[in-house]
């Protein structure tokens, strides 16, 4: 064999909060795992193709109460704030807010510095006379917004339902950081995904094509191969379940037989049927919505929806 071959992947660092997150959530009874983890270079591709498909409404349901109200949020916010997107990735949502508001400045926060360099980049050629402030890190931890932007009114943008991915007590206490972050005359714009009828939500996460099955088993090829891990991707079925009581799709791996395995060094057994719970994505019902909002220390002052009533798109103010 040539030398000169691609270096093996096992030369490839390991990430050591991957790794604690994954060997804590597997020994955890029952297994569950953050959905942060799902993101490397395959799993935001599939993400991607995941806002196409035909069942999965919110992104283009989103997208379009973004283009139909932009005027609208200009109106109520008012020119010349700094808008502060918080987990920016590659969204192709924000020019239509961008066009619309004619903000003073945009600071896109992301935890992946790859994805954010090129759509900071992408956005900068776009809006020529916008300074584009791009901020590299975890908004679930404290974190400083850019000096250029110190004085300025700010307008928070979170779109996407990212938010349905936190438990309620979490998503809480992220709305109240956000208010901390931002400060007093602040405004923030978020997106959240409504409760609808169980079928509606079920096919958006188990779609026909198997997209998201093949994200939700991604989790596992990507522990394999950066773990070092022995996992059989063919001994793991895509689950997506309505929780009712807790209005929420959960989205599980369940072994389809007794499984021995081991990850980075720790071995764990799963009986046929066990499941390791690898997402929640809560929705919320109008008034949740707003009372999500006032006990996160934001007052509703606007909301937008579709004609069906999927998507609510919800303007506050600190
Ligand atoms: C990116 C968290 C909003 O919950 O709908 C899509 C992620 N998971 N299909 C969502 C997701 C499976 C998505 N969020």
Same mark, same amino acid.
């Given at each position: 064999?040539?030398?000169?071959? !691609?270096?093996?992947?096992?030369?490839?660092?390991?990430?050591?909060?991957?790794?604690?997150?994954?060997?804590?959530?597997?020994?955890?009874?029952?297994?569950? =795992?953050?959905?942060?983890?799902?993101?490397?270079?395959?799993?935001?591709?599939?993400?991607?193709?995941?806002?196409?498909?035909?069942?999965?409404?919110? =992104?283009?349901? +989103? =997208?379009?109460?973004?283009?139909?109200?932009?005027?609208?949020?200009?109106?109520?916010?008012?020119?010349?704030?700094?808008?502060?997107?918080?987990?920016? $990735?590659?969204?192709?949502? =924000?020019? &239509?807010?961008?066009?619309?508001?004619?903000?003073?400045?945009?600071?896109?926060?992301?935890?992946?510095?790859?994805?954010? &360099?090129?759509?900071?980049?992408?956005?900068?050629?776009?809006?020529?006379?916008?300074?584009?402030?791009?901020?590299? $890190?975890?908004?679930?931890?404290?974190?400083?917004?850019?000096?250029?932007?110190?004085?300025?009114?700010?307008?928070?943008?979170?779109?996407?339902?990212?938010?349905?991915?936190?438990?309620?007590?979490?998503?809480?206490?992220?709305?109240?950081?956000?208010?901390?972050?931002?400060?007093?005359?602040?405004?923030?714009?978020?997106?959240? !995904?409504?409760?609808?009828?169980?079928?509606?939500?079920?096919?958006?996460?188990?779609?026909?094509?198997?997209?998201?099955?093949?994200?939700?088993?991604?989790?596992?090829?990507?522990?394999?191969?950066?773990? +070092?891990?022995?996992?059989?991707?063919?001994?793991?079925? &895509?689950?997506?379940?309505?929780?009712?009581?807790?209005?929420?799709?959960?989205? &599980?791996?369940?072994?389809?037989?007794?499984?021995?395995?081991?990850?980075?060094?720790?071995?764990?057994?799963?009986?046929?049927?066990?499941?390791?719970?690898?997402?929640?994505?809560?929705?919320?019902?109008?008034?949740?919505?707003?009372?999500?909002?006032?006990?996160?220390?934001?007052?509703?002052?606007? +909301?937008?929806?579709?004609?069906?009533?999927?998507? $609510?798109?919800?303007?506050?103010?600190?």
């Amino acid at each position: 064999m040539l030398l000169t071959e !691609d270096a093996p992947a096992r030369t490839q660092r390991i990430d050591p909060a991957f790794r604690r997150d994954i060997l804590e959530g597997l020994a955890q009874e029952p297994k569950a =795992t953050p959905p942060i983890w799902f993101y490397d270079r395959r799993g935001s591709e599939l993400f991607e193709q995941i806002t196409d498909l035909p069942e999965y409404y919110p =992104t283009r349901t +989103e =997208t379009a109460l973004l283009k139909a109200h932009g005027p609208d949020v200009a109106r109520a916010a008012g020119a010349g704030r700094a808008v502060v997107e918080f987990g920016a $990735g590659s969204s192709r949502k =924000t020019p &239509h807010l961008l066009r619309a508001i004619d903000p003073a400045a945009y600071v896109p926060i992301d935890i992946s510095g790859d994805f954010l &360099h090129d759509s900071s980049a992408e956005l900068a050629r776009a809006f020529p006379h916008l300074p584009v402030l791009p901020v590299v $890190g975890d908004f679930n931890q404290p974190l400083d917004l850019p000096e250029e932007i110190s004085g300025m009114p700010r307008l928070g943008f979170f779109p996407g339902s990212t938010i349905g991915n936190m438990d309620p007590g979490a998503a809480v206490d992220l709305l109240r950081a956000m208010r901390r972050l931002l400060g007093d005359d602040a405004m923030l714009l978020i997106g959240m !995904d409504r409760i609808k009828d169980r079928d509606r939500l079920i096919a958006a996460y188990d779609d026909a094509q198997g997209v998201t099955a093949a994200f939700n088993l991604n989790l596992i090829e990507r522990i394999n191969r950066e773990l +070092e891990g022995d996992m059989p991707v063919d001994g793991f079925a &895509h689950r997506a379940v309505w929780n009712d009581e807790k209005a929420r799709i959960e989205m &599980h791996l369940e072994a389809l037989r007794a499984l021995d395995f081991q990850v980075a060094g720790a071995r764990f057994h799963m009986d046929r049927g066990e499941t390791i719970h690898t997402e929640s994505s809560h929705k919320y019902g109008t008034r949740d919505e707003r009372i999500l909002l006032r006990a996160g220390g934001w007052d509703p002052v606007e +909301e937008w929806t579709d004609a069906e009533g999927l998507f $609510g798109l919800v303007l506050a103010q600190a």
